[in-house]
C-alpha cells in the first residue's frame, strides 16, 4: 500500500531531504509540496538535484487540497508551524520537523523561544518524536514533534546511562561539532563558504542553545528529577553530520554494557567495541547512529562519543521512521540507504 | 529472484561504492569479497560505514569458493585485473572495472599501459561498458569492461554529437574538473588533505591521460575516421564528482537538439533547457548525468557541459547497470537513488 | 617616509585585503577606512582577524577628512565607484579595485555594465592597472583602474603572446577555475557553503562575463586588430585563488620563450620549466603568479596554464604594487609575503 | 644585524613555515636546509610555492657546514632530533620542534615516547618553550624546546588560572578541534583528502595523547602539585588551527580577569570580551592568540576558548619568537604578519 504525503516547507534542506528519501520509498509518495516564497516554482527549480522525479510544482499551502493525502510533513520555520498545523484537517497525520511542539510545557516553550504558544492544545497532544523512546505513543499517534538534530544526538548519547543510574547527574557536558546544514540554507554572512571553509567556531554558548529545553526535558523526566547539562556546539567547514563528545563521570564498562543493552536490537544503531570512536562520515547521508564509549585516566571518568547525520537521523529520516509507525508501515521502510562514503 | 556476486578488490573505493548500492539492490547479494592486503579483515574494518551489513570478511581471491557466484565485479588494479580474470570460472559472468579491458587493440593497450596484455584473447571478447550505447553487446556479453570515468563523461558529452555529425571533428577540447576520489584510496602526497584542501591542478598534461586510448577508440569508431580530441583534467579539492566541459565547434541549438533525440528517454540523463549548466552536486552519489548545451559568443562556437559521480555512473553505478541488463533484470533497479544534497 | 591612505569600502574582503598588507608595508599607514552600512563599528567587529591592529572606525565616506590623505584605494561597488571618485580632491591619488575605470570606450562600459557611465573624464584620464604592461603610466597617474581578478588572469596568460605575434588570435580559449572569495561577502545562496563545498559549475557562460570587456580592450588593443577571445569561469569550493587553462594555436616551444622573455625578470613571475604546471594553492595569499606551458598531441596546439591569488595579485595586492609606483615607493615593497602553504 | 640559520628537516611543514616566515624577516636569513630523504633536490621542487626565494638545497645533515651558523631549528621527527642535536657544535644555538625536550623527567619522557631518551644531559639543559611564561630563560638559553601545538593551545588556556589558583584542579576537561596539518605531511590513509573532507573524528583517545605529558608537567609546577587534566583532540576538514574549549570550575569574571592581567600586555593575544568566543580563522596562517570565557548557566561552571596557528605560534612561529628572544632580536621580528583571511 502507498500513503500519500504533503511536505510543507519543502524548499528547505529537510523538505529537500524528506524528498530524497521518499524518491525511494516504496510506501509513500509524494502528493503535494509548498514553499510560500517559491510557490510557482517546480521542485527541480530550487532543487536541480531532484529534477528525475516527478514531483508536484511548489505551492502556497492554502492552495494545497488535503483530500487523500495521509500525512503531512512540517518542514516550516518555529513558529509558523503551530499556525499551520492548527488549521490542518484533524484526518491529516502531521509530522512537524519545527521546533513548536517539541516542549510540553507551554512556559519552557515561551522560556527558550521568546514567544507564547499559540496552539497550546496541540502541544499537549504532540508527542516527542525520539523513535526508539518513544515507539509506542508514536504508533498511535496524530501529531509528532521531530526532534532537534542536535537534541537527539545528547539524547542518544545519555538517555540510556540516565534510566540506568550509571552516569552522576550533576556533571554531564556535551560538546557536539556539527556541520553546516543543521543552520538550513539561510542566507548569513558566517554560512558562506569563504567564511566557514578553513574556520569553525562555538555558538549559542553560555547555555543558550535552544535544545537545551528538550535536554532539559527529556533528561529530568528519565531521571525524575531535574537534570540540567551543561551544552555547547561548534560550527565546522562540513555540510553534514553532528558528532557528540558527551563528558561523565561513571564506569566505562557499565556504560558501555548499558548502551549494549539500550541499543543492541536497534536496527539504525550501532555501539562500538569499548574504547573504539566513531567518525562523522560513517553515518553520512543515512539514519544510522553510532556510538562509542572511551574510559579516561581520571578513576571513574568516560567519554561518550555519538555521532548521526542532522538532515537524515537527525531530522528528516527520523521524521520518515516516526511515518512508518504511524502509518503502520515497517519501521526501517525506505531508510536502509547506506551511507555515503568518501 | 536474487543473484550472488562476488566482489574482488572491495578494499578501494569502488568496491565500497559497489557494496553501498547493492546493500539496497532488491536483485543482488554480495557472497564473497576480496581484498589481497586486508584478507581475514570485516568489511566494516576497512569501511566502518558499511557496518550496518551482514557481509562476509574479506578473502584472498584464491580462497573464494566461486560456486553459486552469478557475477563478479572486478575492482583490482590495472594489469591485476587481466590475470585474475583469465582464471575465473567461465560461468561466472563478469564485469571488470579496471582498464584492462576497455581497449580492443592490443597494440594501443600497451601504447597507453606500457606492457603487453597478457590475456588478448578476453580482450576480444570483451564489452565496452558504456551502457546506453552498448546496451545490447552488454546483455548478451560474459565480459563487460566499465569504462574510465573521465572517459565517461567525455563519451556522454561527445558520442551523439560525434555519431550525428553536427560539430568539427578536429578541433574537440575536453577540460574536465575532476574530485579527488577517482585517484582510489592510495596513498600518495598530492591527495592529502593539506595538500589539496585550498588548492587545484592539472594532472596528466599535454596528452598523456590514459583515458584518451578510450577516446580515440570510441570516437574514431564513432566517426569512421581517426578522431583524436584534446582532453585535461584538473584535480579539484572535492571527492566525488566530474564535471566535462567540452569545447566544439557546430550550431549550438542543433547540439541541444540531438543531446535531447539522444539521451530523451534514458531513465538516467537530463538534458537541461538550452542555455543552462550543470553542477557536480546535483548527480553527487547517483546514477545520473546532467547535460548543459551553451551558445559562445563566436559564430559556430559551442560548450558541452556534463557532470555525473566517478564512483557512481563513472564505475561502480555503471558496474551494476550493466549487471542488472546481463542477469536479465530490470535495467534501473538498485540504481534510482536520489543524489545527496547539500 | 610613510604615506597615509584611506580605503573606501573597507568592510568587503578587498578592503580587509588591503589592510592586511598594509599591515606590515613599512611604507603605508591608514588613515582612514569608510563602510557604509558599517559605519560606527571597529573594523575588529567586522573582521576580527585584525584585532591586533590599531585602526581608525569606520566611517561614512562623506565623513572622512582628506587632508593629509595621501591615496586613496576604493574597494567600493561598481558604480558607487565613478560617483565617488569624482567628489574626492584631485590631491588625493586612487587606486579604484572596482570596474569602473577599467574599460576606456563608454560604449563598452555601458554594453558590459548595463548603464551609462557618470563620469566620462575622469574615465578618459584613468590608467589600466596591469601593472607589468602598464608600468611607466601608472607611475605618473592620478587614477589607476584595478584589473578584474580573471581578467588579471587571462591578460597574464596572453598579452606576451598576442604581442609577439606567436598563437592564433582567432582561436582562443579560457577556461578558469576560480575561488569563491571573488564574488566579495555578499549573501548569494550559491555561495553558501552548503551549497559551494562539493560542489563546481561554470557561471556568466555563453559570453557574458564583464571581464570579457577587458580581455576585448587589451587583447585588441596589443594585437592591433579586433581580437575576442571565448571564456567561462568555474566556481570551485575553494576560498582564494584563480588558475586559468588557456588553449592556443601556436608552438609550444616559441610560447614557453615567449614568457620567459616576458616575465623573466619581473619579480612576482615565476615561468616554470617546460610541460610543468601550477597548482593554484603555491600562490596563496601572496602576490606571486605561476605560469606553465603545455605542447598538445595535436600539432600546433598548447595550453598556457596561469595561476594566482584574486584577492591579492587580482586585487589587493595588484592595487598596493601600482600604489607604489604611484607614491615613488619600491615596486615589491609590503608585497614579498610568501605564500602560505599549507 | 642579520643572523645565518640552518633548518634541519626543512621538508616537512613546520620547516617550510620557517622557511615563510623567515623569507620576510629582517634579522634572519637561511644558510642550510636538510631533508635527509630529499638531498639534492631544490626546496622550490619540495616545496613549489617557495619559488620566488633564492634557497639553498636540501642536504644532509652530515654535510652541512655550520661554520657561520648562528642558529639552528630542528624540525626533525621525534627521536631523531636528541640524536642530532647531540651531535651538533656548542656554539650553534638551537630551537628544537620536536619533542625530545620538552619533559625533563627521563622517566616521563620514555611514559610517554616509549624508549629511553639519548641525550639526557641535553634534555637538563633544555629550557620549555613556552615563550609567554619562560621568556627570560629562553634569553639566556643554547637548547630551547618547542612545546607541543595541541600543548601550546591548553597551557595557554590555562597557566594563568591554575597560577592564580581561581579553578578548581581537579575537574578540568580540555576539548580540542584541530586542523590536519598538525599531522604534517605523512602519507597516512586517514590524512587522505577524501577520508578527512566531511568527515570528523576524536583521536588518541582515553588519555594517550603524547602532550599529556607537557601539561602534567607544566601544570603541576604551575600548582605546585599533581594536576592531571583529561584532553581530547578531535581532527576536523580543514588544515591548519586549533581551537580549544576548556571546561573548567570557576568564577567566570574571575577568570576572565585573571586572563585580560596574564595577557593584556603580551604582543600576540587578545583576550576578547565577557562572552564572546574566538574562531579558528580569525588567526590563520599568523602568530596570534585569541582567548574567549564564557560563563556557563550552572553556577561555578565556566568555559575557556583558545584558538592558535598549530603551524605558527603552536610551531614555526613560535620557534621564531624564541631564536628572537636568543640572538637578541625584538620579540616580535618578522612574526606581525595578520592572519590570513577568507
Not at 168 to 186: E, T, W
Amino acid at each position: 500500500m502507498t500513503y500519500s504525503v504533503a511536505i510543507l516547507g519543502a524548499s528547505g534542506y529537510t523538505g529537500a531531504e524528506l524528498v530524497r528519501l521518499i524518491a525511494t520509498h516504496p510506501g509513500l509518495e509524494v502528493r503535494a509540496l509548498s514553499g510560500d516564497r517559491k510557490a510557482g516554482m517546480a521542485m527541480s527549480e530550487v532543487y536541480p538535484h531532484l529534477r528525475h522525479l516527478d514531483l508536484p510544482p511548489l505551492q502556497k499551502i492554502e492552495e494545497i487540497d488535503f483530500d487523500g493525502v495521509d500525512l503531512c510533513f512540517c518542514a516550516l520555520p518555529h513558529a509558523t508551524s503551530q499556525a499551520v498545523i492548527a488549521e490542518l484537517p484533524r484526518s491529516v497525520k502531521v509530522v512537524d520537523l519545527s521546533a513548536d511542539f517539541r516542549l510540553r510545557d507551554p512556559v519552557e516553550y515561551e522560556k527558550w523561544y521568546g514567544k507564547p504558544h499559540s496552539a497550546p492544545e496541540l502541544q499537549k497532544e504532540a508527542v516527542y518524536g525520539l523513535t526508539e523512546f518513544y515507539r509506542d505513543e508514536i504508533r498511535g499517534a496524530r501529531l509528532v514533534a521531530g526532534t532537534g538534530c542536535n537534541a537527539a544526538t545528547g539524547l542518544y548519547s545519555l538517555l540510556p546511562l540516565i534510566r540506568a543510574g550509571v552516569i552522576d547527574l550533576d556533571d554531564i557536558i556535551l560538546d557536539m561539532k556539527v556541520g553546516v546544514s543543521g543552520a538550513g540554507r539561510s542566507l548569513k554572512e558566517n554560512l558562506l563558504h569563504a567564511e566557514l571553509s578553513e574556520s569553525w567556531f562555538p555558538y549559542s554558548v553560555g547555555g543558550k542553545h535552544r535544545h537545551l529545553g528538550e535536554f532539559d526535558q527529556e533528561f529530568s523526566k528519565a531521571a525524575g528529577r531535574k537534570v540540567e547539562v551543561q551544552f555547547t556546539p561548534t560550527l565546522l567547514p562540513a555540510n553534514r553530520g553532528i558528532l557528540a563528545a558527551t563528558y561523565v563521570r561513571g564506569d566505562a564498562a557499565e556504560i558501555h554494557a548499558t548502551m549494549q543493552a539500550a541499543y543492541g536490537d536497534e536496527p539504525f544503531f550501532a555501539v562500538l567495541p569499548m574504547g573504539e570512536v566513531p567518525a562523522a562520515k560513517h553515518v553520512r547521508a543515512s539514519n544510522f547512529v553510532h556510538i562509542g564509549v572511551v574510559k579516561e585516566r581520571a578513576a571513574g571518568r568516560a567519554t561518550v562519543y555519538a555521532t548521526l547525520d542532522n538532515l537524515t537521523k537527525g531530522s528528516s529520516g527520523q521524521a520518515i521512521q516516526n511515518a512508518n509507525l504511524m502509518l503502520g508501515l515497517p519501521e526501517t521502510e525506505g531508510l536502509m540507504l547506506a551511507p555515503v562514503y568518501p
